[in-house]
């Protein structure tokens, strides 16, 4: 055995070890820690304490790739040819040309990769460990098998650890077991080594929370060989579906390569036939093959993509894998987490009763802002001993804080607002405390913690005994209403303790139960005198004897925000579910609120899913809105229940136990803030704010994308339509080539690809929420988009034809004249079709100015049309000659007719359709 600990053959002993043996085999003093130099030592031999990611391929690889496409490499060769021959012109040209093209591709690959990778650096962890006798923080990442760390409350554990010391230490390992409730832990050994993972107290687990109490333990294990590591090696090596955009340009690739193939064909054939060179004509051919198969288009789509990722990071949606951006625009239900994505995820008091009365409290979230009302009136806590009473019972018997930064005591500012590091429920009764003029810090200058019995499930109670300055005893108690009122024999009345009467518990009881119809969380609390320097004695014998206080009631409030989020998605033609470990009366009531839960729409418990059959669940998931009390397991049914009834589903989730529901799901979502390493490997998309209205702005930003990619298909295909037929109708005529290669290969690169690029920015569409979402199995050409391309590119084509033709019969003897206005005829009505594109109804439905990318795109493509045709050097490259207004009369009126009429024409169906209606 090495001092690394690398063994892993004793991975499940731990748990029956006693601690000393533990650091013995890791050969490690728990009182000094592993010296700096065996830590580094250890550290190259296991490597760094992080998750492992797949493979990264260098950029020279990426720059290569650009050149695996079988049409450029035939181009090459062809090129390669055409300098054997002497066209040395020619062929630097064309090489040129493929290099920018291989260029722009690797820029956006890589610009892509690098965006991404900036975007999972979404944390930098730390830990506290001793090495050679002194407590340092270091980046948990340097953390090695054997180094003693440090936890407390707040800390997420930085590696599986071996405990050595628990002191009140509660563990929230829900992330990992699926389990809510905190975990006591103890550093005791257990008697044997193969226990369930949740019932292992004296082990904490990498990625789990501690949210009270303060312990330390040795490392065990680091990395990959933690659980998290084997849970998220599970997931690396699961199968990834492919999005519906990767399958409909794959068919498109298929349907382009096929017909460009049969195309360039006949136009090779038909141009020898009519007296033109092989060779001639093979260049042609290979030239129209690849401007038919727009080899930009997969660049173009990564650089819409990657635009649109940058969108959703301003709009807290953060992208993990490009092509599954458009998925979100097939969307048809999103079942989210209610605590923290749908509320605040901030526990907050908004009702106390005290002394007969129901106080509201005012405000919200953590911001010890708000005050207590009565009966609509503003009233002050300090008036009524009872409400004062239960306010400082629940400061006091606490173990959270509310901490801002700077200052100093247990309230220390921090910037941007107010937080709680503890369970969420203590730090309510901090804020709530705070509004009343009770503060902690305060408190505990008057009253010094003697003794706590701590809280567990199965008692459902907390009690502190507290000391006076004058040497007074006090036992304070908080817990579930129905267990503390059982335990009580009194009640504070007028500032007075009565005896509690069976009338006074029905009140108590019935106040318990009309705060839970209003969705509120409730405790109550007690107390008992003792005498001064007395030990109350073990728990059951001290919290007997209560004087009765109050209850207070508390809810996670909805997000502000949410409301109008739910709305936006009922009329987009999405269906909103909520789902839950919550209780069904809270889950209920919250989902009333939002909108969620719908006239005529099921609440259902995790119990009656599990008394469920599939064939049942089939049946009634359309109707169900709400699912309580559900465990991470539950989730992969639903999710295959909806997508068996042809929904694209969106989950959110944040633990291990919900990576598989993530992954299941046709767009998986983790949580940003809450979230696990493991949840959002397994995820598309990360929420930074965890918040569900984030989620339906990244669908909108969806479907925008999408929309964009089709525009510049639609604009690519129409336009490589016409460069074809334009050749292919010239040689069915026996005309001369109306284009050179070179002048398609730079209408493919340079005047294809700019617009295309601005078309990837373009605005959404004012009803693009407004619309059901689509067929995730649609056609890239379904709505209309093929029509379009044909439609379009056959005007395209026939116009310049046309041009040519009038050019070439007007100066028989000058074919580069000709040539030239058909090349500008070709690229003028290109930039013309590009407005076009930006509407599925018509050229004229859209003001023009309003993408500033696009104009700007399009008045550098004509500027490059200019230089190209009127500078003199370039001129014998491209086969230009400087034109005449009387040329370029014609070229407007061919570049700009057909797109207009077609717009008149749309309009005029618009207007038809909109009567039938």
């Not at 949740?198 to 789990?208: A, E, F, L, S």
């Not at 059982?486 to 139960?513: D, F, W, Y």
């Not at 618009?910 to 009567?915: K, P």
């Amino acid at each position: 055995m090495d001092k690394g600990g690398v063994d892993v053959s004793e991975k499940s002993r731990w748990v029956e070890w006693e601690a000393d043996r533990v650091a013995a085999h890791f050969e490690v003093d728990p009182a000094v820690g592993l010296d700096r130099g065996e830590a580094e030592r250890r550290l190259k031999a296991v490597g760094p304490n992080r998750l492992s990611e797949g493979k990264k391929i260098s950029p020279f690889i990426v720059f290569l790739n650009q050149f695996k496409d079988f049409m450029v490499l035939v181009l090459l060769a062809a090129t390669l040819i055409s300098g054997l021959l002497g066209e040395y012109l020619d062929a630097a040209a064309i090489i040129a040309i493929v290099f920018l093209n291989a260029i722009l591709g690797f820029v956006q690959e890589v610009r892509a990769e690098r965006s991404l990778a900036a975007l999972k650096e979404l944390s930098a962890p730390t830990a506290r460990v001793l090495r050679g006798g002194v407590w340092e923080r270091i980046p948990a990442a340097d953390l090695v098998p054997g180094d003693i760390v440090a936890l407390e409350s707040g800390d997420r554990i930085p590696a599986d650890v071996r405990l050595i010391r628990a002191e009140s230490l509660y563990v929230e390992e829900s992330a990992l077991t699926g389990e809510s409730v905190p975990v006591s832990k103890s550093a005791e050994r257990l008697p044997r080594a193969d226990v369930p993972l949740g019932n292992r107290k004296n082990m904490g687990y990498m990625g789990t929370m501690v949210v009270r109490g303060s312990g330390t333990g040795i490392v065990v294990h680091t990395g990959m060989e933690t659980e998290m590591g084997r849970i998220a090696h599970l997931i690396q090596t699961a199968e990834q579906m492919e999005t519906p955009l990767q399958r409909r340009l794959e068919q498109l690739g298929k349907v382009l390569i096929v017909v460009a193939l049969i195309l360039t064909g006949m136009v090779v054939v038909a141009g020898v036939l009519h007296g033109h060179g092989l060779y001639e004509m093979f260049l042609a051919g290979v030239s129209l093959a690849v401007a038919a198969i727009p080899e930009g288009l997969p660049a173009i789509v990564t650089i819409a993509l990657a635009l649109g990722v940058q969108r959703m990071i301003r709009r807290k949606a953060i992208v993990r894998r490009l092509p599954s951006v458009e998925t979100l625009g097939c969307a048809t239900v999103i079942c989210s987490d209610k605590t923290g994505t749908l509320t605040q995820n901030k526990m907050t008091v908004t009702r106390v009763w005290a002394d007969g009365r129901l106080y509201e409290v005012t405000g919200t979230g953590y911001e010890p802002e708000g005050g207590f009302r009565l009966e609509k009136r503003e009233v002050s806590p300090r008036r009524s001993e009872a409400l004062r009473r239960l306010l400082e019972i629940g400061v006091l018997c606490n173990n959270a804080a509310l901490v801002r930064e700077e200052g100093g005591g247990m309230l220390r500012r921090k910037k941007g607002g107010w937080r709680i590091d503890g369970d969420p429920t203590e730090g309510a009764l901090l804020v709530v405390g705070a509004k009343g003029g009770i503060r902690r810090e305060e408190m505990d200058r008057r009253w010094k913690r003697v003794k706590e019995y701590p809280f567990d499930s199965e008692r459902k109670r907390m009690s502190v005994l507290v000391e006076g300055p004058g040497g007074e005893r006090m036992l304070l108690v908080k817990g579930a209403p129905d267990v503390l009122l059982e335990r009580c024999t009194h009640i504070l009345r007028n500032g007075k303790a009565v005896p509690l009467s069976r009338e006074q518990r029905e009140e108590v009881l019935r106040m318990n139960a009309q705060l839970a119809a209003m969705a509120l969380r409730n405790l109550a609390f007690a107390f008992r005198e003792i005498p001064a320097g007395k030990d109350p004695g073990p728990e059951e014998r001290a919290e007997r004897n209560l004087v009765f206080v109050g209850l207070a009631g508390m809810i996670d409030p909805p997000r502000d925000e949410v409301k109008e989020a739910i709305r936006r998605c009922r009329q987009a033609g999405i269906k909103p579910v909520m789902i839950t470990g919550d209780h069904k009366g809270t889950a209920v009531a919250i989902a009333r609120q939002l909108g969620i839960l719908t006239e005529g729409g099921l609440a259902v418990e995790g119990r009656e899913l599990d008394r469920m059959g599939e064939s049942e669940l089939q049946e009634k998931v359309n109707r169900i809105d709400v699912y309580a009390r559900v465990s991470p397991e539950h989730k992969l049914r639903i999710v295959k229940a909806l997508q068996k009834e042809g929904h694209v589903v969106a989950m959110t989730g944040d633990g291990v136990n919900d990576a598989p529901a993530i992954k299941a799901a046709d767009i998986g979502i983790a949580m940003g803030m809450t979230g696990t390493d493991v949840s959002k490997e397994a995820s598309s998309l990360v929420l930074a704010d965890d918040n569900f209205a984030t989620i339906v702005a990244a669908v909108e930003e969806g479907r925008s994308i999408y929309d964009n990619i089709r525009k510049f298909i639609s604009y690519l295909l129409a336009s490589n339509v016409g460069e074809i037929l334009v050749m292919f109708l010239a040689m069915l005529a026996g005309l001369p080539l109306p284009l050179v290669p070179i002048q398609i290969l730079w209408v493919n690169l340079v005047t294809d690809g700019l617009p295309a690029m601005a078309l990837g920015v373009d605005p959404a569409e004012e009803d693009a929420m407004r619309r059901p979402p689509r067929d995730s199995r649609e056609s890239i050409f379904a709505r209309g988009v093929g029509w379009k391309i044909v439609s379009r590119g056959l005007l395209i084509g026939l116009f310049t034809l046309g041009a040519f033709w009038v050019a070439y019969w007007e100066s028989p003897g000058d074919l580069t004249r000709a040539q030239t206005v058909a090349f500008s005829t070709l690229v003028l009505a290109q930039l013309v079709y590009v407005f076009d594109c930006r509407s599925s109804r018509s050229i004229f439905h859209r003001n023009p100015l309003e993408n500033r990318s696009l104009v700007l795109a399009v008045l550098s493509s004509v500027l490059i049309l200019f230089i190209i045709i009127y500078c003199a050097p370039l001129q014998p490259i491209f086969h230009t000659t400087a034109l005449g207004a009387r040329e370029w009369m014609l070229i407007i009126a061919a570049s700009t007719l057909p797109i207009l009429l077609a717009g008149g024409v749309d309009v005029v169906r618009g207007m038809r359709r909109a009567e039938r209606k």
